[in-house]
C-alpha cells in the first residue's frame, strides 16, 4: 500500500479542491441547519454533501480502503473501529459553525492512515486559499511552500490557541475556565478559532506555538497531526503521555519544551479546582 501513496495523494488533493469549491458556492447562501443534540454542534447539507462525494469518489478508485467521516458516524451513532487497513478519516467542513455565521475560518481535513499511522494529511481553507498537506517524512507545506514551527522555548512568550469546548456543561465549566485562567496569566494571550483543524496548521505555519482542546473526534485531528510533525512540532494527550486519535485530548505545540510547560500549567491549573472543591 505505501508504494501507491503518490496516486493516493494526488487523487485526495483534486478531491479536495474540488470540496472547497463547493464551500465557496455555500458560504453566502441560505442553509438548512440542524443541530446534532448540543445547540452549538452543528451540520448543514454542505457537510453531508461534501462527505458523501468524498467517500464516493474514494471508494471508486481505491475500493478496498474504508471510512472514517464525521456525517457518517453521526448519522450511524457510533464510532467505527480504527483498523490497519488503508482508511481515510474525514472531516468534510470543519469549523461548521464558522460557515454558517460566515466567519471565514473553515476546512476540509482529509487523513490516511495505513497501519494506524498518519501518511497523507490534507487541511483546506478554500475561503483563505490555505491550502496545508504533508506526507509522513517528507515536510509540511502551506500552498506548497514548506511551513516550520515556531522555535519558541518560553511558554510565557507564547500565543496559545484554546478553545472553551464543552464549557457550556457546567460539568466541564469550572474546568475549561480555570484553564483559561492559566492561559490567561502565563502567556502573551489565548487565541480561539472555532476550527481545531486549522487551528493545528496555524501552530504548524508558527502563527500560535500551542494549542489545546479537549472533546473533539479523530476527524478534528488526524490531518493536523501530521502537518504538525512534518513541520517540527508534536501532538501530545493533556497528560503529556501519547496521543490517542480515537479520543483526542489535544496538547499540540511547535516543540516538546513548550508542550510540557502547557502539560504543567494545565495540571496546576486542575489542581487548583480540585483543592477549591
Ligand atoms: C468542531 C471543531 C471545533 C470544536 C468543536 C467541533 P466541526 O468541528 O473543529 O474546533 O470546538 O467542538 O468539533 O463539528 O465543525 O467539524
Redesign the pocket.
Known sequence: ELNNLDEYYRIAEELTLYAGKIIEDGINTRKNIKS?GID????TEY?RKIEDKLIKQLSIQFPSHKFIG?ETAAKEGCLPQLTNDPTWII?????????VHRFPH?CI?LALLVNKKVEIGIIYNPLMRQFFSARRHCGAFLNGKPIKTSDMKDISQSLVAM?P??AKDPQYLASVYSRMHALVQGTHGIRS???????LCYVAMGAVEAYH?E???A??VAAGKLIIEEAGGVVIDTDGGELDLMTPRVIAACNQQIAQQLVDLIKKADCEILNKN
Open positions: 446534532k452549538w454542534d452543528l451540520v457537510d464525521e472531516d468534510p467542513i470543519d469549523g461548521t459553525t464558522n460557515f473553515t481535513s478553545e469546548w464543552l478559532l472555532g476550527t481545531a483543524a486549522l487551528t482542546i472533546g473533539i473526534d476527524w478534528d
